[in-house]
């Protein structure tokens, strides 16, 4: 057997805990066993995985983006600091020519440190439109669907416009990983069927129906306002 992988994790909602227990049993007889370590915030995990901490981080957009940053450049797996609810909307408000300075902006800063993944801001920023005290909410899709994509409220909430789709969640390893470490992992892990009901038990935790290899080339945007 294999050298466990160590992969790390936020734990920005009690359920964390059973998806990567489960995560961790599900690869227990593989030829890439692993265990998890839970960190408090994004920031803390990136730190982590560049002292080598972890392998392997379960990053959000933002996370991965800013490993890609502090370490010149290298190859992913795949509030003010979420990337759908902050960032990006204001990066593509800019890009229109709009004076971004001159805007009266009111934030949410929930949950701090956990990139937007409890979407407790984006909630926060949908009463205040609801209580007509902003115009304007800037949400994810998760969020948006998470409602009834206005359905539940058809008089009340509208889509007016979205970016391209990207990958919101990441896998990400420093360069220094062997692959013949990692490419058994990666392919266990696209392996879990949602047909099977004890993955599928784990996958609908994650609120996922399977594991994608990534797609980079919707964070061309995310990359430029971090930047």
Known sequence: ?????????????????????GIRE?????????DFVLFSNYGRQVEALRAGQVDIAWNTN???VRTVLQTGGRLALGSADSAQAAILPLYYLARTGADVDRLEVTRFDSDIGKHGDTGRSE???IDAVLAGEADIAAIGITTWEG????????????AVWQTEPYCHCMFTALDTLPAERYEPWV??????????????????LEGLHRWVRP???????LFAAVE
């Open 1 to 21: 057997m294999s050298e466990q992988l160590l992969i790390g994790a936020v734990a920005y909602t009690p359920n964390v805990v059973p998806i990567w227990e």
């Open 26 to 34: 599900y690869f227990a007889e593989s030829p890439a066993p692993m």
């Open 62 to 64: 933002l996370a991965y």
């Open 123 to 125: 909630l926060d920023a």
């Open 147 to 158: 409602i009834g994509g206005g359905e539940l409220m058809p008089e009340a909430l509208e």
């Open 187 to 204: 392919n266990t892990l696209l392996a879990m069927d949602w047909e099977r009901p004890e993955h599928r038990r784990i996958l609908e």
């Open 215 to 221: 797609e980079l080339d919707g964070y061309a945007g």
